[in-house]
């Protein structure tokens, strides 16, 4: 008899597993707790604006893996969208990510040798950075920091810069040319119908029930199925029995203004602490659609996460991380017939293109190994 599977959660961990064990010709149900599938993924269309709205924060699909390109491409076609954020700071607008416009805008400098020089004069080298603010002082100096990093970075995380790791930072890349591509990645784009198309075909012939909380039947799901893959948090999970894991939350304000374009891009952040909101999404521009004279903004928010709120980002502070290691202990020890995936169930921020892979890689390990696998070459 066929394995009988349950999937708690219509992300793209939960979605991707389903798809790949039901074609392996595993009995697959997916639960959500959401009214929709797609997780944070989830795209509306704004007939008003012609565009998707990214209900849950902006989303630009990138890879440089060709197995993941090709598997996404299965379910849509992409746009060439390419993400060249702009920053807004002291009423002016600066070019992002960091590169030789940027330095051009900060400190009239054309070439990359007079932008290398001035770099090299105005950085405040630190023998060891180990905090956010050490970093960025050390790598561009005290000017682009705060006009760039220092408000956005407050707003984004509620915590002095001295208090945050670097590693937060260090995926923000400084260039010496004007590349403001700022992911890079050999693919990119947003797709052409909007995300939740991606689900719907993805999820096509699987028995799918919306509005469903697992944590309200913990056990008794776990009772009727051989095996369950639960992505949402995994210290809900325990009820909460080692402690809470801290996240940040967002809070968006969504508006429809009679322009057909408010701020000619699709992000522009805001880097003074004056201004609550830490950016601005315009959603048309995601879409490549200017065809109406209406225009759907989304102004981001950050907050603390509260029992009861959407959580976004993993805090990645030492005790959070000595949290997540305790539950990931009492889940090998209770020995449930439970996998924990994705960013909730692991704790751990990632981007599409890496929760689409590690699904991919699980379901592989599934069907070779069995379901009993340990969980522990992902955390
Ligand atoms: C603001 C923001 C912007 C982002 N932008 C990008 C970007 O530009 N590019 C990029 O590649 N990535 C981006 N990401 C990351 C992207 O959102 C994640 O990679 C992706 O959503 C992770 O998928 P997942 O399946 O792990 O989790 P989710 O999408 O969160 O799915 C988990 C699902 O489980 C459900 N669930 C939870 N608990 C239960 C329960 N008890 N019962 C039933 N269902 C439950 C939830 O409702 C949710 O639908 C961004 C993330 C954020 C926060």
């Given amino acids: ?5 349950l999937i708690v959660g219509a992300g793209f961990y939960g979605s991707v597993l389903a798809r790949e064990l039901t074609d392996a010709g595993c009995s697959c149900k997916l639960i959500e707790r959401r009214e929709q599938i797609g997780g944070n993924c989830f795209t509306r269309y704004n007939e008003e604006a012609d565009c998707h709205q990214h209900v ?37 607008l600066y070019s992002l990510p960091i590169n030789l416009m940027t330095l051009y805008q900060v400190y009239g400098v054309n070439t990359p040798e007079e932008a290398k020089a001035t770099i090299e004069k105005v950085r405040i080298p630190c023998d060891s950075p180990n905090n956010l603010e050490d970093w960025c002082l050390s790598q561009v100096g005290p000017e682009i920091y705060e006009l760039l990093i220092k408000g956005y970075t407050m707003k984004q995380w509620r915590r002095d810069p001295k208090e945050l790791p670097a590693s937060i930072i260090k995926r923000l890349p400084i260039r010496f040319n004007f590349d403001d591509n700022y992911f890079r990645d050999r693919y990119q784009g947003i797709p052409e119908e909007g995300y939740t198309k991606i689900f719907e075909r993805m999820l096509e012939g699987i028995d799918v029930e919306l509005g469903v ?11 009727r199925f051989d ?55 315009e959603h048309k521009h995601f879409d490549l659609s200017y065809s109406k004279d209406k225009t ?33 202990l009492l889940a090998k020890e209770a020995g449930l017939p439970v996998t924990f995936g994705g960013r909730l169930g692991q704790y751990k921020y990632f981007d599409m293109h890496q929760v689409i892979a590690a699904a991919l890689t699980k379901a592989k390990r599934f069907l070779q190994d069995g379901f009993e696998v340990s969980d522990e070459e992902e955390n």
């Fill in 56 to 92: 849950y924060g902006p989303h630009i699909f990138h890879t440089n893996s060709e197995e993941v390109w090709r598997y996404l491409t299965r379910f849509t076609k992409f746009n060439n969208f390419v993400n060249r954020p702009k920053s807004m700071s002291a009423g002016k």
């Fill in 296 to 328: 759907l903004i989304t102004r981001e928010y950050s907050q603390e996460w509260q029992e009861g709120m959407e959580r976004y980002y993993p805090v990645g502070t030492q005790e959070n991380l000595d949290t997540l290691r305790r539950y990931q």
């Fill in 1 to 5: 008899m066929s394995k009988r599977i």
């Fill in 213 to 223: 909380d697992f944590l309200a039947d913990r056990d008794e799901w776990i009772r």
């Fill in 227 to 281: 095996h369950v893959v639960f992505t949402g948090p995994i210290d809900a999970f325990f009820n909460y029995t080692e402690g809470t894991l801290e996240y940040r939350s967002l809070r968006f304000e969504s508006e429809i203004l009679d322009t057909p374009d408010f701020q000619g891009n699709a992000l522009i952040n805001y880097g003074e602490t004056q201004v609550p909101y830490t950016r601005i999404a």
